[in-house]
C-alpha cells in the first residue's frame, strides 16, 4: 500500500498534472492505507487466536499444561534460578587457576658521574629483555599456590658486556594462619550459592504449584458459571411457561388478571438472572485466561470446560480424623512444601555466610614459603637465553616468611557481621511465620474439604427430593389438584437447590487442590521438569490413615 501511495506521487508531480486537490486525494490514500495497515494488524491476531483456539481443548489438564508454559510468574522463577546458577559460578571462579606471562623490552641511558680512566665511557647504554611466566592457584584449603618462571638477560656497555641471561624458577606458597584458613571458611561462598540456586529452584516449584492451583481454581469457577447460566436459563424458560399458563388461566376466568403479575415478575426476575450469570460467566472465563497467562484476545476464545466435577471417596476421607490428618501432613510438609524447603536452604546459606563474616573479624597472619632455583647463560641472543633456565645450576633457593595485618579499629568486619546475624534472623523469622501459616491453612483447607464433602452429601439427598416435589406438584397441577403459585413455588426451590449444588461441587473441588497445594502434595519433588499430572488434580494426598 505504501507503494501505492509514492507511486500516486510521481504520477501527479513529474507529469505536471494540476495539483489542485491533492492535498485532498493524499490525505483519503493515506487514511485508506491506515485502514488497510489495522485491518491487516486485526487479521493477524485473528489468525494467532485462532491457532489458540484449535490447540485448547476446554480440558482441566489442557489447561494446566497452557499454565505451565505461559504463566509470567513461572517465566520470571525460571529467570531467577539462571541468576543464581551465575552467582554460583561467580563463587567457584575464586578457585580457578589465573595463568599470565609476559615479555618486557627496556633501553636505558644512565649517565656516570665522572669518566673512568679504565673505563673511558660517559653513560651506560643497557638493554634489558624479561619473560615472565606463571600461574596464581588458590585451593580450597586457603593455601596459595604460585609457581612462577622468570628470565632476564641484560646487556651493557660497562657491566654486562656477555649479555648474560639470568634465569629463576619459584614455587611460592602462602598458608594463612588465621583469617581464611580451612575449606570451611573458603567455600562458604560456594557453598552459599549453592544453597541459593537450590533456594531458587524450589522457589519455581512453588511458583509452578501456586500457578497450576489459581488455575485449577479458576477452571472450577468456569465450569461453575456455566452450570449455574444453563440452570437459570432452564429456570427462565420454565418462567415462560408458568406465565404462559397464567394468562391462560386467567383469560378463562379461572384466577385474577392480578394473579399474572406474579408470574411476569417471575420471569423478569429470571432474565436478570440469566444476564447476571452470563456476566459471571465472562468473569469466570476472564479468570481463568488470566491465570493461564493468555492475553485478552486469547482469553476471548477460551472454550467451555469440558471436564465435569469429580466425586471423590467420602469412605476414605472419613477413614482418619482431622486432628490425625494435620499430625501427619506436618511431618510431611517440611520435605514436601517447595516454599518451606526454599526458605530452609536460604537459612542454611545465611548461617554459612555468617561463618564467613565472623572469621573477617580475626588478624591477617600468613606463612609464605617458597623454594626454587637459579640458572645463567652468556652470549645468548633473545629467545636463546632461556637456555639458562637449565644451565649454571648450583643448588636450591629457599624462603620463609610472615605477614601480618590487622585493621585498626575493624568496622568493615563488625558491620559485616551484624549484617548477617540481621539477614539470619529475618529468615528465622520468616520461616517461623510460613510454618505457621501452613499449618493453619492445611487444617482450614482440611474442614472446608471435610464441610463440603458433607454439604454435597446433603444437597444431592435435596435435589432428589425437589426434583420429586416438583415432579409430583407438575402432576397435580394437570389434574387441577394444586394452584399454579404451588408450581411456581415448587419450581423456585428446584432452581434454587440445583444451583447450591453447582456451588458445592465447586467448593469440593477447590478444597481438594487447595489440599494438595497447602500440604505440598502437588508436584513430585524428585523430578526437575513437572508434566501436569490429572490424578492429583482431582483425588486427595495419601496418607497412612487413608489409601
Given at each position: 500500500?505504501?507503494?501505492?501511495?509514492?507511486?500516486?506521487?510521481?504520477?501527479?508531480?513529474?507529469?505536471?498534472?494540476?495539483?489542485?486537490?491533492?492535498?485532498?486525494?493524499?490525505?483519503?490514500?493515506?487514511?485508506?492505507?491506515?485502514?488497510?495497515?489495522?485491518?491487516?494488524?486485526?487479521?493477524?491476531?485473528?489468525?494467532?487466536?485462532?491457532?489458540?483456539?484449535?490447540?485448547?481443548?476446554?480440558?482441566?489438564?489442557?489447561?494446566?499444561?497452557?499454565?505451565?508454559?505461559?504463566?509470567?510468574?513461572?517465566?520470571?522463577?525460571?529467570?531467577?534460578?539462571?541468576?543464581?546458577?551465575?552467582?554460583?559460578?561467580?563463587?567457584?571462579?575464586?578457585?580457578?587457576?589465573?595463568?599470565?606471562?609476559?615479555?618486557?623490552?627496556?633501553?636505558?641511558?644512565?649517565?656516570?658521574?665522572?669518566?673512568?680512566?679504565?673505563?673511558?665511557?660517559?653513560?651506560?647504554?643497557?638493554?634489558?629483555?624479561?619473560?615472565?611466566?606463571?600461574?596464581?592457584?588458590?585451593?580450597?584449603?586457603?593455601?596459595?599456590?604460585?609457581?612462577?618462571?622468570?628470565?632476564?638477560?641484560?646487556?651493557?656497555?660497562?657491566?654486562?658486556?656477555?649479555?648474560?641471561?639470568?634465569?629463576?624458577?619459584?614455587?611460592?606458597?602462602?598458608?594463612?594462619?588465621?583469617?581464611?584458613?580451612?575449606?570451611?571458611?573458603?567455600?562458604?561462598?560456594?557453598?552459599?550459592?549453592?544453597?541459593?540456586?537450590?533456594?531458587?529452584?524450589?522457589?519455581?516449584?512453588?511458583?509452578?504449584?501456586?500457578?497450576?492451583?489459581?488455575?485449577?481454581?479458576?477452571?472450577?469457577?468456569?465450569?461453575?458459571?456455566?452450570?449455574?447460566?444453563?440452570?437459570?436459563?432452564?429456570?427462565?424458560?420454565?418462567?415462560?411457561?408458568?406465565?404462559?399458563?397464567?394468562?391462560?388461566?386467567?383469560?378463562?376466568?379461572?384466577?385474577?388478571?392480578?394473579?399474572?403479575?406474579?408470574?411476569?415478575?417471575?420471569?423478569?426476575?429470571?432474565?436478570?438472572?440469566?444476564?447476571?450469570?452470563?456476566?459471571?460467566?465472562?468473569?469466570?472465563?476472564?479468570n481463568l485466561g488470566l491465570a493461564m497467562g493468555l492475553n485478552g484476545p486469547e482469553i476471548m476464545l477460551i472454550a467451555l470446560p469440558s471436564d465435569s466435577f469429580h466425586l471423590i471417596d467420602v469412605t476414605a476421607l472419613g477413614a482418619i480424623s482431622i486432628h490425625?490428618?494435620?499430625?501427619?501432613?506436618?511431618?510431611?510438609?517440611?520435605?514436601?512444601?517447595?516454599?518451606?524447603?526454599?526458605?530452609?536452604?536460604?537459612?542454611?546459606?545465611?548461617?554459612?555466610?555468617?561463618?564467613?563474616?565472623?572469621?573477617?573479624?580475626?588478624?591477617?597472619?600468613?606463612?609464605?614459603?617458597?623454594?626454587?632455583?637459579?640458572?645463567?647463560?652468556?652470549?645468548?641472543?633473545?629467545?636463546?637465553?632461556?637456555?639458562?633456565?637449565?644451565?649454571?645450576?648450583?643448588?636450591?633457593?629457599?624462603?620463609?616468611?610472615?605477614?601480618?595485618?590487622?585493621?585498626?579499629?575493624?568496622?568493615?568486619?563488625?558491620?559485616?557481621?551484624?549484617?548477617?546475624?540481621?539477614?539470619?534472623?529475618?529468615?528465622?523469622?520468616?520461616?517461623?511465620?510460613?510454618?505457621?501459616?501452613?499449618?493453619?491453612?492445611?487444617?482450614?483447607?482440611?474442614?472446608?474439604?471435610?464441610?463440603?464433602?458433607?454439604?454435597?452429601?446433603?444437597?444431592?439427598?435435596?435435589?432428589?427430593?425437589?426434583?420429586?416435589?416438583?415432579?409430583?406438584?407438575?402432576?397435580?397441577?394437570?389434574?387441577?389438584?394444586?394452584?399454579?403459585?404451588?408450581?411456581?413455588?415448587?419450581?423456585?426451590?428446584?432452581?434454587?437447590?440445583?444451583?447450591?449444588?453447582?456451588?458445592?461441587?465447586?467448593?469440593?473441588?477447590?478444597?481438594?487442590?487447595?489440599?494438595?497445594?497447602?500440604?505440598?502434595?502437588?508436584?513430585?519433588?524428585?523430578?526437575?521438569?513437572?508434566?501436569?499430572?490429572?490424578?492429583?488434580?482431582?483425588?486427595?494426598?495419601?496418607?497412612?490413615?487413608?489409601?
Amino acid at each position: 500500500m505504501l507503494a501505492d501511495v509514492q507511486s500516486w506521487h510521481l504520477e501527479h508531480f513529474s507529469t505536471g498534472h494540476n495539483t489542485e486537490g491533492i492535498g485532498v486525494d493524499l490525505r483519503k490514500n493515506l487514511r485508506h492505507f491506515l485502514f488497510r495497515l489495522v485491518y491487516a494488524f486485526l487479521g493477524c491476531l485473528a489468525y494467532s487466536d485462532l491457532l489458540f483456539a484449535d490447540g485448547y481443548d476446554g480440558s482441566l489438564i489442557e489447561a494446566v499444561r497452557i499454565t505451565l508454559e505461559r504463566e509470567p510468574s513461572i517465566a520470571i522463577s525460571k529467570q531467577q534460578v539462571l541468576v543464581e546458577e551465575g552467582h554460583v559460578l561467580s563463587a567457584q571462579g575464586v578457585f580457578d587457576p589465573t595463568h599470565y606471562a609476559g615479555v618486557i623490552f627496556q633501553r636505558s641511558h644512565t649517565p656516570l658521574a665522572g669518566i673512568n680512566s679504565s673505563v673511558p665511557i660517559s653513560e651506560i647504554r643497557a638493554d634489558v629483555t624479561t619473560y615472565q611466566a606463571g600461574l596464581t592457584q588458590k585451593l580450597r584449603s586457603g593455601i596459595t599456590v604460585n609457581p612462577a618462571l622468570t628470565v632476564t638477560r641484560t646487556s651493557d656497555n660497562y657491566l654486562n658486556t656477555t649479555a648474560p641471561s639470568n634465569a629463576n624458577i619459584a614455587l611460592n606458597f602462602t598458608l594463612p594462619l588465621l583469617k581464611g584458613r580451612g575449606e570451611q571458611v573458603t567455600t562458604a561462598f560456594e557453598k552459599a550459592a549453592l544453597l541459593n540456586r537450590d533456594a531458587a529452584f524450589q522457589s519455581e516449584k512453588h511458583a509452578i504449584s501456586s500457578s497450576i492451583t489459581k488455575t485449577v481454581v479458576a477452571y472450577w469457577d468456569y465450569l461453575a458459571a456455566a452450570q449455574a447460566l444453563d440452570i437459570v436459563r432452564a429456570a427462565e424458560e420454565r418462567a415462560k411457561n408458568l406465565l404462559s399458563d397464567a394468562q391462560k388461566l386467567a383469560a378463562g376466568d379461572e384466577i385474577a388478571p392480578g394473579e399474572v403479575k406474579k408470574y411476569e415478575a417471575k420471569l423478569l426476575s429470571g432474565a436478570g438472572n440469566r444476564i447476571s450469570a452470563e456476566q459471571s460467566l465472562v468473569e469466570a472465563r476472564s479468570n481463568l485466561g488470566l491465570a493461564m497467562g493468555l492475553n485478552g484476545p486469547e482469553i476471548m476464545l477460551i472454550a467451555l470446560p469440558s471436564d465435569s466435577f469429580h466425586l471423590i471417596d467420602v469412605t476414605a476421607l472419613g477413614a482418619i480424623s482431622i486432628h490425625d490428618m494435620i499430625i501427619e501432613f506436618t511431618a510431611m510438609v517440611q520435605n514436601l512444601r517447595s516454599d518451606m524447603i526454599s526458605v530452609d536452604s536460604r537459612l542454611h546459606a545465611a548461617q554459612t555466610l555468617l561463618l564467613v563474616a565472623a572469621d573477617a573479624q580475626k588478624p591477617q597472619l600468613d606463612l609464605v614459603l617458597g623454594v626454587g632455583y637459579n640458572g645463567l647463560t652468556e652470549y645468548q641472543q633473545d629467545p636463546a637465553a632461556l637456555n639458562a633456565l637449565a644451565n649454571n645450576i648450583r643448588g636450591l633457593n629457599a624462603s620463609a616468611g610472615v605477614n601480618y595485618s590487622w585493621p585498626g579499629n575493624n568496622r568493615a568486619a563488625q558491620g559485616l557481621v551484624l549484617q548477617r546475624s540481621a539477614e539470619l534472623e529475618q529468615i528465622q523469622v520468616e520461616r517461623r511465620a510460613l510454618m505457621n501459616n501452613i499449618l493453619s491453612s492445611i487444617e482450614v483447607r482440611l474442614n472446608s474439604l471435610k464441610s463440603a464433602v458433607a454439604q454435597l452429601k446433603q444437597i444431592k439427598a435435596e435435589i432428589l427430593i425437589q426434583r420429586e416435589v416438583y415432579e409430583n406438584e407438575k402432576k397435580k397441577y394437570r389434574y387441577g389438584l394444586t394452584t399454579l403459585l404451588d408450581l411456581f413455588t415448587s419450581e423456585t426451590l428446584l432452581t434454587n437447590v440445583q444451583l447450591d449444588e453447582v456451588n458445592v461441587q465447586r467448593n469440593l473441588a477447590q478444597a481438594l487442590i487447595r489440599v494438595r497445594f497447602e500440604t505440598g502434595t502437588l508436584l513430585d519433588q524428585g523430578t526437575q521438569i513437572q508434566n501436569p499430572d490429572n490424578l492429583r488434580l482431582v483425588t486427595m494426598p495419601e496418607l497412612a490413615g487413608i489409601r
